[in-house]
């Protein structure tokens, strides 16, 4: 079989790769820009230079490969919409045009929960009418559109919607956490009783394995099997640090330290602390898998608590160790 992955370098995509290359039966593709980081790529991996930004890159690039599934990794996160929109949608439309054209037999695009996370409705299902929070959920909710217009037109497509990623080279939050959690400088909002599921990486790719082989198109929310509280989180993280669990911050307080922080922000400081901070910290985050381990089969071969410990230690020790 023949394979090709946009966003290899990125931090799921790096994760893909990795077991992907360790099938011999398969022949894998991956689409890098001339700034990526070609030595996070196994050398049995054909590299295609391209940007999923060019539409005219995306298609020599499948011409040449001719995969049979395409695994659509690349995004952005962060709040620059001229870069989200440039990343997200437009990407996404030349890499689902590209894809079309050259006669890809399945996608399998990553999209988001967050594309109708504003949703009330708890445990969060993929029925729920798009309605998203912010810039990147809007984002993805565009190119889940395009995405979907290109299914109508007979592209086969898988969409799967994970929820906040984790593992031991997440690049966002987990870094941050950890310094400050050791120097006892992160503190749990309110009561802690907020419950989140999260999801980590090995059993994400687990699921874009799984999405490979079906003919059902989603979407899928997909998430870790449970589901844990902030003060569980927070107090595995700490135990692994060696640290006692973090201390309690009232959130009426934590809501003016947050707007304090946004003041400072406006003269040149950079806190990455906001009163949306607060809110996004102190909310139940869960998200049916129902229909992904119905239909797809899918089962979390790792557990959270397991797969969370791992992390922090690993991340620990290539970083700050």
Not at 30 to 58: K, Q, Y
Not at 101 to 112: D, M, T
Not at 197 to 209: F, K
Not at 254 to 266: F, H, R, S, T, V
Request: aromatic fraction near 10%.
């Amino acid at each position: 079989m023949r394979l090709f992955i946009t966003g290899s370098t990125g931090f799921i995509g790096r994760h893909l790769v990795r077991r992907l290359s360790q099938r011999r039966e398969d022949e894998l593709f991956v689409l890098v820009r001339n700034t990526s980081f070609l030595n996070l790529i196994p050398s049995a991996v054909h590299i295609l230079r391209g940007d999923i930004c060019d539409f005219s890159s995306c298609q020599k690039a499948l011409a040449y490969s001719k995969p049979d599934i395409l695994f659509h990794c690349a995004g952005f996160v962060g709040e620059d919409r001229n870069l989200l929109w440039q990343i997200n949608v437009e990407g996404t439309k030349n890499i689902a045009e590209a894809a079309f054209k050259e006669g890809v037999k399945r996608v399998v695009y990553l999209s988001s929960v967050s594309v109708n996370s504003a949703n009330p409705s708890l445990p969060l299902r993929e029925e729920e009418p798009f309605r998203a929070s912010n810039l990147y959920g809007e984002s993805k909710i565009a190119a889940e559109k395009i995405i979907w217009e290109y299914a109508k037109e007979g592209l086969n497509v898988v969409i799967l919607r994970p929820c906040m990623v984790y593992g031991e080279d997440e690049p966002h939050m987990l870094g941050t956490i950890l310094w400050l959690l050791k120097r006892r400088l992160y503190p749990i909002i309110g009561k802690g009783n907020w419950r989140w599921h999260l999801l980590y990486v090995e059993n994400l790719v687990e699921a874009m394995l799984l999405a490979s082989e079906i003919d059902y198109s989603g979407p899928y929310n997909i998430a870790d099997r449970r589901a844990l509280s902030a003060q569980e989180v927070f107090t595995l993280m700490a135990e692994v640090l060696k640290m006692p669990p973090p201390w309690h911050l009232p959130k009426k307080i934590a809501y003016c330290l947050g707007g304090a922080a946004e003041l400072l922000n406006k003269v040149g400081f950079h806190i990455p602390f906001s009163r949306r901070s607060v809110d996004f910290l102190t909310k139940d985050r869960l998200y049916s898998i129902e229909k992904a381990v119905k239909i797809m089969g899918y089962n979390p071969p790792w557990d959270v608590k397991e797969a969370l410990c791992l992390s922090v230690k690993r991340y620990w020790a290539n970083h700050y160790a």
